[in-house]
T-cell receptor
Framework: DTEVTQTPKHLVMGMTNKKSLKCEQH?????MYWYKQKAKKPPELMFV???????INESVPSRFSPECPNSSLLNLHLHALQPEDSALYLC????????????FGSGTRLTVV | SQKIEQNSEALNIQEGKTATLTCNYT??????LQWYRQDPGRGPVFLLL?????KEKRKERLKVTFDTTLKQSLFHITASQPADSATYLC????????????FGTGTRLTVIP
């Protein structure tokens, strides 16, 4: 298995809702990432988990809460989002060795109404 | 702060020609530089990685160069095909404690049949 799987592919949520994005990989990668991408912009890093520990939090608002239950799974819990949070949320994984690239999922297209 | 700019937002090229995309950065050089392809609504796909002590890397019709003096990387696609039409992103990896990629602004390549 050489893929990163993200669910759901599309999500519409209200500003008072709580939802979760899920990401799974079975490549044995020890680093996992959440990126946010707005239209016609490059991906922006949100969180990095290395060996299941949060190692980077790029000053993301607390309405986004990451979780890494095990080395294969990564969740992003969403609560009280704003319309400006609408974006493509990308999960990625890597071996943790800088000599290799990242493997990205197809993303979750999130719309906050 | 570090800026990563790709030469143009959009590039049109005739099928069969060589496409050349540019990635320029300011300030300090990364230890590693990566190139990704991204199709609309999908996650980036890793193409090539080049290290700071390497001048050139090749993979099939793709070639990447890295000039730390000019603070620039060039990405070439030879014998371009309509299927090469996509957005291409450069990404810089600095030798810091945790894994982190900083993405350039992207170039949308269109190969015209």
């Amino acid at each position: 298995d050489t893929e990163v799987t993200q669910t759901p592919k599309h999500l519409v949520m209200g500003m008072t809702n709580k939802k979760s994005l899920k990401c799974e990989q079975h490549m044995g990668h020890r680093a996992m990432y959440w990126y946010k991408q707005k239209a016609k912009k490059p991906p922006e890093l949100m969180f990095v988990y290395s060996y299941e520990k949060l190692s980077i939090n790029e000053s993301v608002p607390s309405r986004f809460s990451p979780e890494c239950p095990n080395s294969s799974l990564l969740n992003l819990h969403l609560h009280a989002l704003q319309p400006e949070d609408s974006a493509l949320y990308l999960c990625a994984s890597s071996q943790g060795d800088r000599n290799y690239g990242y493997t990205f999922g197809s993303g979750t297209r999130l719309t906050v109404v | 702060s570090q800026k990563i700019e790709q030469n143009s937002e959009a590039l049109n090229i005739q099928e069969g020609k060589t496409a050349t995309l540019t990635c320029n950065y300011t300030n300090y050089s990364p230890a590693y530089l990566q190139w990704y392809r991204q199709d609309p609504g999908r996650g980036p796909v890793f193409l090539l990685l080049i290290r700071e002590n390497e001048k050139e890397k090749r993979k099939e019709r793709l070639k990447v160069t890295f000039d730390t003096t000019l603070k620039q990387s060039l990405f070439h696609i030879t014998a371009s095909q309509p299927a090469d039409s996509a957005t291409y992103l450069c990404a810089l990896d600095y030798r810091t404690g945790a894994n982190n990629l900083f993405f350039g602004t992207g170039t949308r390549l269109t190969v015209i049949p």
